[in-house]
C-alpha cells in the first residue's frame, strides 16, 4: 500500500485577523495524499487553492495546524529549505525561469537545486549532452537551442522547460498553480499532455490546481474541491473517471461560483 507522501493536520490561515478585511483561507484543512497520486484540485476563486500550496511550499506559514512531507513535519521550514524535496510550477511562465540565463543554464541551476555547489562549471559537456536528449521529449526544437536565452522563448515554450526543469531535480512533491491558465487551448492541451507524460514517467506526487473542471476530470487520478477553506469533494479511482462536469455543477453548483468552472464543459 503507497504511503502518505503528504499530509496536512487541521491546517488553518487567516489574513488580516481581526480586521474588517479578514479573510479566512484555510480553515482547519486536513488532506492526505498517497505516494503517486496525482490530485487536481478546484474551488471558486477564494476557496483556499493557492493558499494551499503556498503552505505546503512555505511561501505561507500556517496559523494552526502541521504539514508533513514523506513523514517530516516542515511546518516551520524555511522555503528555500523545501527545495531540496519540492517543485513548483507557476501560473505565469515568466516565473520558475531566468530570462536572461540560456536554456542550458536554467536546466542546470535546475538540476542542482537544493544541493551544495562547487566552484566548477555548471554545464559540463556531459550535461549539455544530457540537456539535449531530455529536451526532445518536449518536441519544440529547443535541444538545438541550449545557449539560446530563455526570454526569446514564447509561453508555452517556457511553461514546458519549466516543467521539464521539474523532472531533472526529482522531487518529492510537484505542485502545479494553474500552470496553463495562461496559455491559449491548443498550447494548453499540448502542456497538459507534457504534464501527464512527466508525472508518468517520474512518478512524481502531483498537486495541481486548476480553473478548467475538464482538466481536472480528465487527468489524475483523485480530485478534490474546495470550499471556504475545507474540502467538500474527494473523489478518486472509477468514481472520478465516470464523472461528468455537468453532475458536478449539478450537485455543486451553488459551491462553484466561479465562470471559468461552470463554463468548463
Request: positive net charge; hydrophobic residues 40%; proline residues 3%.
Amino acid at each position: 500500500m503507497p504511503l502518505e507522501m503528504l499530509v496536512l493536520k487541521d491546517v488553518s490561515k487567516v489574513f488580516n485577523p481581526c480586521t474588517q478585511d479578514e479573510k479566512v483561507a484555510l480553515n482547519s484543512l486536513n488532506l492526505s495524499v498517497k505516494d503517486g497520486d496525482f490530485v487536481t484540485i478546484i474551488g471558486s476563486n477564494g476557496a483556499g487553492k493557492s493558499t494551499l500550496l503556498n503552505c505546503v511550499a512555505g511561501t505561507y506559514r500556517p496559523d494552526g495546524g502541521s504539514v508533513i512531507i514523506d513523514g517530516r513535519d516542515i511546518t516551520k521550514s524555511p522555503e528555500h529549505r523545501r527545495a531540496r524535496y519540492l517543485a513548483r510550477v507557476f501560473q505565469d511562465p515568466t516565473l520558475g525561469t531566468a530570462a536572461a540565463m540560456t536554456i542550458e543554464e536554467n536546466l542546470s541551476l535546475a538540476e542542482l537545486r537544493g544541493r551544495k555547489r562547487g566552484l566548477g562549471p555548471g554545464v559540463t559537456k556531459k550535461r549539455r549532452a544530457r540537456y539535449r536528449e531530455v529536451l526532445k521529449v518536449l518536441e519544440l526544437g529547443l535541444e538545438d537551442r541550449l545557449r539560446d536565452r530563455v526570454g526569446l522563448l514564447s509561453g508555452g515554450q517556457r511553461q514546458s522547460l519549466a516543467l521539464l526543469m521539474t523532472t531533472l531535480s526529482l522531487p518529492r512533491l510537484l505542485l502545479l498553480d494553474e500552470h496553463t491558465a495562461a496559455l491559449d487551448p491548443r498550447t494548453a492541451d499540448k502542456v497538459m499532455t507534457l504534464t501527464d507524460h512527466v508525472v508518468e514517467e517520474n512518478r512524481l506526487t502531483t498537486l495541481m490546481v486548476t480553473h478548467n473542471m475538464n482538466q481536472a476530470l480528465k487527468h489524475g487520478n483523485r480530485m478534490i474541491m474546495l470550499h471556504q477553506g475545507q474540502v467538500r469533494m474527494d473523489v478518486s479511482g472509477e468514481e472520478k473517471q465516470k464523472l461528468t462536469v455537468r453532475e458536478v455543477v449539478a450537485k455543486f453548483g451553488t459551491t462553484l461560483k466561479d465562470e471559468t468552472l461552470l463554463s468548463a464543459g
